[in-house]
């Protein structure tokens, strides 16, 4: 049942753990009236507790290590986590600061990664489809 | 004094940015205030030492992806006053006009978000979507929707035809003029205004002696732009005004924005206008002398200050204080104090911060400030 749900209609929550505010820009872009995701069932939640998929954009800093563990964990199951932009990739020349400690991928479990600096809107639309098929393939059970 | 305490982030669904404030209250009434930033800190300024000159571009771009032009506007302009280029007209024409796209689109998605925090859902879809049409010129004259990446040390990666130009100036007004129905929406409407006249004052006696910059101090009376004071770029050549208002409140912030969007638009029309023809010359910068230098410009959001030292043709040091960093931790206490707590997302709404400018090495407790040496900052940040 749950299931069904997450597939026709994700609710996406998104967590900037220290990036620039570019791709955050870029996902707030995707719920305006050019893109809207809303009409793919698509919606942006406030709260953790609600959501399905967690966007994230952005290296995680010493500071935010744990908040993104806790997000993480306050989500229910099933979820699944899409990286957005070459910050969450971990490359780039930002990270060799020392500030950031760990990938996103070592802090929680990431299932599609979006490339680009930042990427286009339609790349995040796409990547969310992604991981909806991550999720459907049943390489991840809820 | 405090009845209970309430945290607000650092992910919060009415901030797009992780910040936390802890707001201690007094039945509805904010009696306490906790600020915590660091939240995107990333050591920015480090990474800068010892990289290429030339890189420092891409590098200060990523700092903040709303003010990106901004940035690199004031880094070029640091390096080339300190080494004494001579930047052609052209240039310097576009460039002016491409940070006052980025300021028009950065206005307008504030804009979108003080209507989201006053509860005007779909005067932010609005707003975004005649957003659009100004990141699609951003696109198709620098190829980048938030980092442009068009400028380099003396000139510009590549030229932007005229027949480009030409539908640049058709699209702004096209969005200018769709846009009015809005700002208006903003002047005159009831329940805005009641929200928004009165909340969150600073007072013109505060302004001046925290030094606050841009739109927020000149809703507050105080006729400050480094584009008029200290002219940069092609801007001694436009004529536009810098709107100020005297309420000191989250209105005359408002409307000094929204005003301000119709100058920017004044301003490209103007130097698309008399856009001299010449050729743009081919980036060819090797070597350059050691020695510092500081300059400013005016980002969005206020005044940019740039500091550059340069040793062996490597940065060496840069400094950078950005309008956030100088308005938001002075006065978000006195705007806040005293408000509702439902008036929180709004102030600081109206105050525009954006924090991955803002995090450096200052840290703000209970109202003192703390600024971190540097065996005390290695201590706590990199004693792993
Ligand atoms: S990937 Fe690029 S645009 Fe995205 S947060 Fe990192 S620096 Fe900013």
Redesign the interface.
């Not at chain 2, 650092?10 to 009415?14: D, F, I, L, S």
């Not at chain 2, 660091?38 to 920015?44: D, E």
């Not at chain 2, 990523?62 to 709303?66: A, D, H, V």
């Given at each position: 049942m749950a299931g069904k749900a997450i597939r026709r209609s994700p609710w996406i929550n998104h967590f900037n753990p220290g990036g620039c505010n570019g791709c955050a820009i870029e996902i707030l872009a995707t719920l305006t009236p050019r893109y809207d995701v809303e009409r793919l069932g698509i919606v942006l939640k406030g709260s953790p507790r609600h959501a399905d998929i967690l966007v994230v954009s952005g290296y995680a800093n010493r500071m935010n290590e744990t908040r993104l563990k806790r997000i993480y964990e306050q989500m229910s199951d099933p979820k699944i986590v899409v990286a957005i932009g070459r910050c969450a990739l971990g490359e780039g020349r930002l990270a060799k600061s020392y500030v950031l400690c760990k990938r996103v991928e070592e802090i929680i479990p990431v299932d599609v990664f979006v490339a680009g600096c930042p990427p286009t809107p339609e790349a995040i639309i796409e990547g969310i489809r992604r991981a909806l098929e991550v999720y459907k393939n049943g390489s991840k059970k809820g | 004094m405090h009845d209970f305490i309430v945290p607000f982030g650092?992910?919060?669904?009415?901030e797009?940015?992780?910040m936390c404030i802890r707001a201690g209250l007094e039945g509805e009434t904010i009696t306490e205030l906790d600020l915590r930033f660091?939240?995107?800190?990333?050591?920015?300024e480090?990474?800068f030492e010892g990289?290429g000159i030339d890189?420092g571009i891409?590098?200060c771009e990523?700092?903040?992806?709303?003010c990106?032009e901004s940035h690199s506007m004031a880094f070029t302009r640091t390096i080339e006053e300190m080494l004494g280029l001579d930047v052609p007209m052209r240039v310097r024409h576009l460039r002016s006009i491409v940070t006052e796209l980025s300021r028009l689109h950065s206005h307008m998605?504030w804009a979108g978000f003080m209507a989201h925090e006053a509860g005007y859902e779909t005067l932010f879809?609005?707003l975004?979507?005649e957003?659009?049409r100004i990141?699609d010129i951003l696109e198709r004259t620098t190829g980048g929707?938030?980092?442009y990446g068009i400028n380099k040390i003396g000139t510009l990666r590549y030229d932007v035809p005229n027949a480009k130009l030409a539908k640049m100036v058709e699209d702004v007004d096209t969005t200018l003029k769709n846009i009015e129905k809005y700002v208006d929406t903003f002047r005159n409407d009831g329940t805005l205004k009641e929200r928004l006249v009165g909340t969150g004052m600073i007072t013109g006696i505060q302004a001046k002696r925290f030094g606050i910059v841009g739109p927020v101090a000149r809703g507050c009376g105080i006729n400050n732009d480094v584009r008029k004071s200290d002219p940069y770029a092609a801007y001694d050549l436009a004529d536009f005004e810098v709107p100020t208002y005297k309420g000191c409140d989250a209105w005359s912030r408002t409307m000094v924005r929204l005003e301000e969007l119709y100058e920017s638009g004044k301003i490209i029309r103007q130097l698309i206008k008399d856009i001299p023809d010449e050729k743009i010359p081919a980036f060819k910068f090797t070597k350059a002398d050691d020695g510092d230098h500081f300059a400013r410009i005016e980002a969005p959001r206020g005044e940019l200050f740039y500091y550059l030292k340069v040793r062996d043709s490597k940065i060496d040091r840069l400094a950078i204080r950005t309008p956030s960093m100088a308005v938001l931790p002075m006065v978000l206490k006195p705007a806040l104090m005293g408000e509702k707590v439902s008036d929180l997302p709004i102030v600081i709404s109206s105050l525009d911060p954006?924090f991955?400018c803002m995090e450096r090495v200052v840290i703000v407790e209970k109202g003192k400030e703390k600024v971190y040496t540097e065996p005390d900052f290695r201590r706590k940040?990199?004693g792993?």
């Open positions: - | 650092p992910q919060h669904p009415a797009k940015e992780p660091g939240y995107v800190h990333r050591g920015m480090k990474i990289k890189q891409y590098l990523r700092i903040c992806g709303l990106s998605i879809m609005y975004m979507r957003r659009e990141m929707r938030v980092h954006c991955s940040f990199s792993r």
